[in-house]
């Protein structure tokens, strides 16, 4: 058994609502760290990678990336504070912050795997380019951007691209993509269940396929969840809520399911924004998924 470090976000500059940089003290105060001890990991907690003050960043006129430079400088420090803990055997939980943060997670963490396989758990698609995105923001773009697809500043953030390849991606309950994210994902062949799968199938078949698929051909597997890939209804704390999307029980259910396969060798957890929650539910939920991901059981 691994030990765990928990590195914390404070980013919020990936997008333009305020609150989602207090995310990690969130699930800190949610109690992130006796519950992964509890099931017998000894956890370190690594404290927060420093980002800019949002008050203090102006925009580079030359281009619509919002905040490129400051989310970049950012990512470059993610990337080496995770790229020690996996050098050091640990297992890297990372908490957001907003889903801008995954460009520096994955950065860190593919270096060390020939053929990292990604579980991107979210509403979206996060496959947008500055030509492509309909807001500027970069929490859109993590994934193309780890593709090696998008601005140069962030697809050789720590000096290499790509982080990833299309065929080990599984994105699980899209149910909300722009058009450039629907014609990249037909066009590089990414493995897409939206939540018209996940009625149909049933989250314990996808996650069976899921594992199946990415076991055999990937030496490791990055679980990127976006709490906004859950309903609104068990998730309310997340900026770009999307109605419709998967329950408490299945997320829990799917969770439970990558314990038991053994395969997930890193993991994030997003966009959780205090500001936008009830009474820290989104945090508590996220806390919850990350004891079920470490093999907590009730019996
Ligand atoms: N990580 C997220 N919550 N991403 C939401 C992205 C929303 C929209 N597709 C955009 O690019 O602006
Ligand atoms: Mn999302
Ligand atoms: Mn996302």
Do not use: C
């Not at 950065?107 to 995105?133: C, F, M, P, Q, R």
């Not at 990127?224 to 998967?246: C, E, F, K, N, R």
């Amino acid at each position: 058994m691994k030990n765990v470090s928990i590195i914390g976000v404070p980013m919020d500059l990936g997008q333009t609502r305020r609150g989602v940089d207090m995310g990690p003290s969130a699930i800190r105060y949610a109690g992130v760290v006796e519950r992964i001890e509890n099931i017998g990991y000894v956890v370190k907690d690594e404290g927060n990678i420093e980002i800019a003050l949002a008050e203090r960043v102006h925009n580079d006129l030359k281009t619509n990336l919002k905040n490129l430079k400051a989310v970049a400088d950012a990512s470059e420090r993610l990337a080496s504070k995770v790229d020690h803990v996996i050098t050091n055997g640990n297992f890297p939980l990372v908490l957001g912050g907003d889903h801008s943060i995954a460009i520096g997670t994955l950065a860190g963490v593919s270096k060390h795997y020939e053929n990292l396989g990604v579980i991107w758990y979210d509403a979206h698609g996060d496959l947008n380019t500055a030509d492509t995105s309909p807001s500027g923001n970069i929490h859109g773009m993590p994934l193309a951007a780890s593709l090696g697809i998008g601005h140069p500043t962030l697809t050789n953030i720590f000096g290499y691209m790509p982080k990833i390849k299309p065929e080990n991606i599984v994105i699980i309950g899209a149910r909300s993509l722009d058009e450039g994210e629907r014609e990249l994902i037909k066009e590089i062949g990414i493995k897409v269940y939206t939540m018209h799968e996940v009625d149909r199938l049933g989250m314990a078949h996808v996650m069976e396929e899921t594992i199946s698929y990415l076991k055999d051909k990937t030496d490791g597997v990055h679980l990127s969840l976006d709490l906004d890939g859950l309903d609104p209804h068990d998730a309310p704390g997340v900026g770009t809520p999307v109605i419709g999307g998967i329950s408490y029980r299945e997320s829990h259910l799917a969770m439970e399911m990558l314990a038991e396969s053994n395969v997930v060798t890193s993991a994030e957890f997003v966009e959780v924004n205090p500001i936008l929650d009830e009474r820290n539910k989104t945090a508590t939920v996220a806390v919850a998924l990350m004891g079920s991901l470490f093999g907590e059981k009730l019996l």
